[in-house]
């Protein structure tokens, strides 16, 4: 018996697009974003696992309100920065451009720093969940 004749009998149909299904979405389907971490995520970081929170928003943005232990860092001055961490160090990003965090993390994670996350939807989470923020600086 070949396989066409194998899968076109009836008592077989259903075996075979259930394991095509199941391929399918194993290759295309559920396909969370690696970067993105959500609140509870970022807690657990923190306070678990010691990580390093930088704010990559701009200065007056960070002044209003952040997370606390968070540091302040600009994008331009971030590679020097980051030669004071270890590579292995878990480190979140804050910032408002998702899109814009996730080319970073790539490039990051390219370099061996490969706990590098960021949270979801930057501050507005965090607020929108109601947890508590700093007003002031810590800026590097």
Known sequence: MNFINFVTQTKNIFF???ALLTGIYLI???KKNIFA???LETINLIN???AIILDLRIYSN???YHIAQSTNVQLDTLDSYLKKISPDKNIIF???DNSLIEKLIINLRKKG???TFYLSNGMDTWINNDLPV???TNKI
């Open 94 to 96: 804050i910032h408002e």
């Open 134 to 136: 700093i007003k002031g």
């Open 28 to 30: 295309i389907g559920d």
């Open 113 to 115: 720093f490969i706990n």
């Open 37 to 39: 971490i959500d609140v």
């Open 16 to 18: 075979f697009a259930s």
């Open 48 to 50: 678990n696992k010691h």
């Open 62 to 64: 960070f002044e209003k």
